[in-house]
């Protein structure tokens, strides 16, 4: 499978979406890209594969291992700079994913929030005076 995601390069913009061919997630890739661009106005640039940047919004694809026929969570954890550490992380249910946003950090670092919705979980770690973000979200499934 692969999961695209909207961001403005530390949050999530749109629900991540996952799809079980590289091709489609490659052109559903270049779809967010027009559509944010204004319908091809703004300037996307491409870094690299799997990747499109439209002014302070990326659409980034990344590879993942998964189920397609049960739900999907898809975690993330990303820095003030929009780092990503792991690019993605498959939940099976929203119990798992909630247990993994909220996990102290290295063991040792509690979050400073918690925001819970029944699509969505986040936490808030504050990193050497820098805030981190570890998010869940229900992911829609495309075959």
């Known amino acids: ?60 694809m990344v590879e993942v291992v998964t189920d397609a026929s049960a739900e999907c969570w898809v975690g993330q954890f990303r820095t003030r700079d929009g780092y990503l550490d792991p690019e993605a992380i498959i939940f099976p249910e929203r119990e798992s994913a909630l247990a993994w946003v909220s996990a102290p950090l290295h063991g040792i670092l509690a979050a400073t929030e918690v925001v819970e919705l029944p699509w969505f979980v986040a936490a808030t770690y504050r990193i050497r005076g820098e805030d981190a973000y570890a998010i869940a979200s229900l992911a829609k499934v495309v075959t």
């Open 1 to 60: 499978m692969y999961a695209v995601f909207v961001t403005d390069g530390v949050a999530l913009e749109y629900p991540p979406e996952l799809y079980a061919r590289i091709e489609r997630a490659e052109l559903e890739g270049e779809r967010w890209a027009w559509f944010l661009s204004g319908s091809g106005w703004l300037d996307i640039e491409r870094p690299f594969t799997g990747r499109w940047t439209i002014g302070d919004r990326d659409v980034s």
